[in-house]
């Protein structure tokens, strides 16, 4: 819940500041969180393609900024 939390208010605060920038410091955030946990990387990207999913879904036309940087995230193997 923690990350959802961290990922709604980062996404909140590029969408005022029009900068989505400020979401590549949230992913690294998030790699770093699960590296310590011990868990598999593999999780990011799977939770990312379900958030990217659910924006396509809900947002309207305000946030295509995070859909477009979501979705080339995901396109640029930058998880892999």
Do not use: C
Request: hydrophobic share 45%.
């Amino acid at each position: 819940s923690t990350i959802n939390l961290d990922m709604a208010q980062t996404v909140i605060a590029a969408l005022k500041l029009s900068d989505m920038k400020l979401m590549d410091s949230q992913i690294d955030w998030v790699k770093e969180l699960l590296l310590s946990s011990r868990y598999p990387t593999e999780l990011l990207k799977q939770y990312l393609e379900a958030y990217f999913e659910t924006a396509k879904l809900h947002l309207d036309d305000g946030g295509a900024p995070i859909v477009e940087w979501l979705e080339q995230l995901l396109n640029s193997h930058a998880l892999d």
